[in-house]
């Protein structure tokens, strides 16, 4: 799964992953459900480190259910949303997996905040789920 490549939806935000994700799934938060417009987002979490990032980024940062700052990324020209992290300074970056060019590298292994999926989003087969995050 490493080098995998995407960007937003004009092509002014690329990036380049150069490893797999350290994990991928499905997360079922009002605020993904928000962001979205949908029940879930797919992510990808990854470590800065690994990805590469070409194009100018707007970010809006707003205090998650935990009390803690989260940050998501997106073009300013066409408002792709394609990162997300935690509170400044956070080392990794949370990859929105529909901004992938070849979607098909996507491969979630859970589902979190399943507590907060509405009833017509249908539960991803063969994947942990999980009520919050996980410990």
Not at 3 to 20: D, F, N, Q, S
Not at 120 to 134: K, M, N, Q, S, T
Request: glycine share 12%.
């Amino acid at each position: 799964m490493s080098g995998m490549k995407g960007g937003c939806l004009c092509g002014a935000v690329r990036y380049e992953v150069k490893r797999p994700p350290l994990y991928s799934g499905f997360c079922h938060c009002r605020d993904c459900q928000r962001a979205t417009g949908t029940g879930h987002c797919c992510y990808m979490m990854f470590s800065r480190a690994d990805v590469d990032v070409t194009g100018e980024l707007c970010a809006y940062e707003k205090l998650a259910e935990n009390g803690k700052a989260s940050i998501r990324y997106f073009c300013p020209t066409c408002g792709s949303q394609i990162f997300g992290s935690g509170p400044p300074g956070d080392d990794r970056w949370t990859v929105y997996a529909g901004t992938l060019d070849d979607t098909s590298t996507f491969e979630p292994t859970n589902a979190v905040f399943t507590r907060s999926r509405p009833h017509w989003d249908r539960p991803a087969h063969c994947v942990d789920e999980y009520e919050a995050l996980p410990g």
